[in-house]
C-alpha cells in the first residue's frame, strides 16, 4: 500500500460545483501538505497543516479551503470550482528529513 | 522574487556528458535543502539531502553554498533514464514547510 494516498486520481467537474480532493497517510507524520503543480510553474503551497489543530495558509489558498480530520487524513476543497483551478494536485507529508508524496489527482473545471 | 528559483532549461544532453544544475534560495534562514526528482505525471520522489559539506551518491553529487545561498545538484556519465524534471527543496523558518523550485528539465539523449 503508497504511503501517501489520494482519492481521486481523476475527476472532471463543471465550473460552480463543490468537489473534495482526499488524502491518507500512513507514515505517523504530523505535517501534511496540499500542491498544485501547474506546467512551467512547479510545485505551489495550497495549504499545510502541522497537526490537527494547526492549519495554515500556503502561498495560493484563495479558491480552497482543508480539513485535517485526523493526523492520518487531511481533505481539500474547492467550493466552488473555476477552470484556473485545473491542475495536478499533490498531497504530502513529511518528517524533518524527507517528503512523501500522493500519486496525485488530477483535476479538470470545464 | 521567488523563495527558490531554478533555470527551468529544458537542458538536453547527450549519454554519457556530465550536466549542473543551480538553485539560488532567499531566506538565509533555510535549514535543510534537498533535490527531488519527478517523472511526467509523476509524483516527487527524493533524490538525495544536501549536506553542508557537500555528499555524493554514486554519479550524483550536491553541495550547499551558505554563503551565497545555493545549492547544486551534479550528474556525471549521464544515462537516458536520467530524463526527467529536478527540483530543488528547501526546509526553512520555524515552521519548518517545504519550499519547492519549480524544477529544472533534463532530457538525456541517445
Known amino acids: 500500500d503508497a504511503d501517501v494516498t489520494q482519492t481521486p486520481r481523476n475527476r472532471i467537474t463543471k465550473t460552480g460545483k463543490r468537489i473534495m480532493l482526499e488524502c491518507s497517510q500512513t507514515?505517523?507524520?504530523?505535517?501534511m501538505y496540499w500542491y498544485r503543480q501547474d506546467p512551467g510553474l512547479g510545485l505551489r503551497l495550497i495549504y499545510y497543516?502541522?497537526?490537527?489543530?494547526?492549519?495554515n495558509k500556503g502561498e495560493i489558498s484563495d479558491g480552497y479551503s482543508v480539513s485535517r480530520q485526523a493526523q492520518a487524513k487531511f481533505s481539500l476543497s474547492l467550493e466552488s470550482a473555476i477552470p484556473n483551478q485545473t491542475a495536478l494536485y499533490f498531497c504530502?507529508?513529511?518528517?524533518?528529513?524527507?517528503?512523501?508524496f500522493g500519486q496525485g489527482t488530477r483535476l479538470t473545471v470545464v | 522574487r521567488k523563495e527558490v528559483e531554478q533555470d527551468p532549461g529544458p537542458f538536453n544532453v547527450p549519454e554519457g556528458a556530465t550536466v549542473a544544475f543551480n538553485c539560488t534560495y532567499s531566506?538565509?534562514?533555510?535549514?535543510?535543502f534537498f533535490w527531488y526528482r519527478q517523472d511526467c505525471r509523476k509524483e516527487p520522489k527524493l533524490l538525495m539531502s544536501?549536506?553542508?559539506s557537500g555528499n555524493e551518491d554514486g554519479r550524483f553529487t550536491a553541495q550547499l553554498n551558505r554563503a551565497s545561498q545555493y545549492i547544486s545538484l551534479l550528474i556525471r556519465d549521464s544515462k537516458l533514464s536520467d530524463s526527467a524534471t529536478y527540483l530543488c527543496?528547501?526546509?526553512?523558518?520555524?515552521?519548518?514547510?517545504?519550499?519547492f523550485g519549480s524544477g529544472t528539465q533534463l532530457t538525456v539523449l541517445p
Open positions: 497543516s502541522f497537526d490537527v489543530k494547526d492549519i
Open positions: 507514515k505517523g507524520h504530523d505535517r
Open positions: 531566506n538565509s534562514a533555510s535549514q535543510s
Open positions: 504530502a507529508t513529511s518528517s524533518n528529513t524527507e517528503a512523501f
Open positions: 544536501v549536506y553542508s
Open positions: 527543496v528547501v526546509n526553512y523558518g520555524s515552521a519548518r514547510q517545504l519550499t
